[in-house]
């Protein structure tokens, strides 16, 4: 019985983003029934390939994620595997038809964090497109019932989404990134030397992405509207605390938005959306 190793890869991607993003979790758990497994299933499969690169640095990560990419693209091919997340993933992918070109960009942008790299504009581009506008991209297929008009129109809504959370991402992990991992993704930026007036350049950025953004999450269906409209409101009220702070001061310590503060938001987000004023 497949479907009972199917309801398990499904809890197992479920618990993956629970575990490791309320934010997400609280976001996905405000979609439509029918679309909240993909989701998380899309989740899990980022999340394990993330983890490969950046937590586990007593192995082999380059071997563990050509192993990966092996195994992804062996899943979507057999329609199973025995990674429940994996069997996950590739459940999605062919059910909601996912252009295997998305995941490869993925996993490319994946193997650039397992070296040093110095980031020009252009690799800045291309490692925020693979790591974060392909994922909602992805997301995007599931929401727009793999329908290619919906889809098409949606795209660029959904890549400027993708790419604001990366880009607020970066500023609130600078810290670790750069102290622990040693990357560095800002091009034409010395962190050692980061002032003000380059993290208001970047913010800048973040601002016009997410002005474009919630334009589209207002054209999206409502089986998820409600949902990526949470997930958009914690990014936003993360961006603001790390707006109020200097430079400085965010390469000393991650900033986070409490769960308390989290659960409030989440309030004000159901209110909004039945009132139509988002």
């Known amino acids: ?42 989740y899990g499969f980022v999340r394990l390939a993330d983890e490969i690169v950046d937590s586990f640095h007593q192995y082999d990560k380059k071997f563990l994620l050509a192993k990966f990419k092996e195994d992804t693209f062996e899943a979507i091919n057999l329609g199973i595997s025995l990674n429940p997340i994996l069997n996950s993933f590739q459940k999605v992918v062919n059910q909601y ?12 942008s994946m193997e650039m964090d397992l070296s040093t790299q110095k980031y ?34 949606l795209k660029p ?7 604001a959370f990366q880009k607020v991402n970066f500023l609130r992990d600078v810290k670790a990134d750069h102290q622990t991992l040693s990357r560095n993704y800002f091009p034409n930026v010395n962190l050692a030397l980061f002032c003000d007036r380059q993290k208001r350049e970047i913010e800048k950025e973040i601002e016009a992405e997410f002005a474009m953004a919630l ?4 054209l999206l269906p409502a089986t998820s509207r409600n949902g990526v409209y949470l997930s958009y409101i914690y990014y936003k009220k993360l ?21 308390t503060h989290k659960v409030g938001l989440m309030f004000d987000s159901i209110i909004r959306n039945k009132l139509n004023v988002i």
């Not at 603001?240 to 769960?259: F, H």
């Open 1 to 42: 019985m497949k479907e009972l190793f199917d309801q398990l890869s499904g809890d197992c991607s479920r618990l993956t983003t629970k575990l490791y993003s309320t934010s997400f979790s609280y976001g996905i758990y405000f979609l439509g029934k029918k679309i909240r497994q993909p989701i998380h299933a899309i």
């Open 97 to 108: 038809q996912i252009d295997e070109e998305l995941i490869v960009l993925f996993l490319k």
């Open 120 to 153: 020009t504009p252009e690799l800045y581009n291309d490692y925020i497109l693979g790591s974060a506008e392909v994922v909602g991209l992805m997301c995007l297929k599931v929401f727009t019932h793999g329908g290619d008009v919906d889809y098409e129109y």
């Open 157 to 163: 809504y959904a890549m400027k989404l993708g790419s």
């Open 215 to 218: 334009t589209g999450i207002k």
């Open 239 to 259: 961006f603001a605390k790390i707006k109020r702070l200097s430079a400085e001061k965010i390469m000393t310590e991650r900033i986070r938005i409490s769960n």
